[in-house]
């Protein structure tokens, strides 16, 4: 992690190369108006969903049922976290399944199984934590049509991490 690559919200916001930068954010909520998982084809690991016949067709034509006949899906983890630093901006950042699975012991499948409620307390437990996310700036998405929606990744809530951010962010800034 280069300090040219530590950036607030503020700053990626306003970047305009695409590429990978780190922030240190806290989640303040999650958004899950379009859900908490998205249904993923087994084989290729791209999202799937239910055709007029009522089978799964994977989104890409190479897995679309042609080698077994039918579609293999799990289950898989996507999180819109609402987020904002000490600059005060806020952005939504997307985490997907690898990311999320470093810090829960259950699988989507798992959760699914026992769910309570829309957002199982797992997911909640976020809410309120600090973490260092290294973000794609999306040339399309982010630079070209301006969308303040990131992709995640990865993240770490590694305090010697946290500290060499809050560090650069402190020199920066001239806070204390």
């Known amino acids: 992690m280069s300090r040219d690559n530590m950036k607030t919200i ?4 306003q ?19 379009a859900g908490w998982y998205y249904d993923n084809c087994k084989l290729c690991r791209t999202k799937c969903s239910r055709n007029e016949k009522g089978r799964w067709k994977c989104a890409r034509d190479l897995c679309d049922g042609k080698l077994s006949g039918f579609i293999s899906r799990v289950p898989r983890f996507q999180l819109k976290f609402v987020v904002t630093d000490a600059s005060n901006e806020e952005a939504d950042f997307m985490v997907f399944d690898t990311q ?3 810090f829960i012991t259950h699988t989507t499948a ?35 049509q301006g969308s ?11 305090e010697d991490l946290a500290n060499k951010w809050i560090s650069k962010y402190t020199e920066t800034f001239n806070v204390s």
């Open 148 to 158: 303040n929606s990131y992709t995640v990744s990865s993240m770490s809530d590694d």
């Open 10 to 13: 503020s700053e990626i916001k």
């Open 110 to 144: 798992e959760l699914l199984a026992k769910i309570e409620k829309a957002i199982p307390r797992e997911l909640e437990a976020f809410i309120d934590k600090s973490f260092v996310f290294k973000v794609n700036i999306h040339e399309k998405y982010n630079v070209s």
């Open 100 to 102: 999320i699975s470093q």
């Open 15 to 33: 970047n305009e190369n695409a590429g990978y930068y780190y922030t240190f954010a806290k989640i303040i909520n999650l958004d899950c108006t």
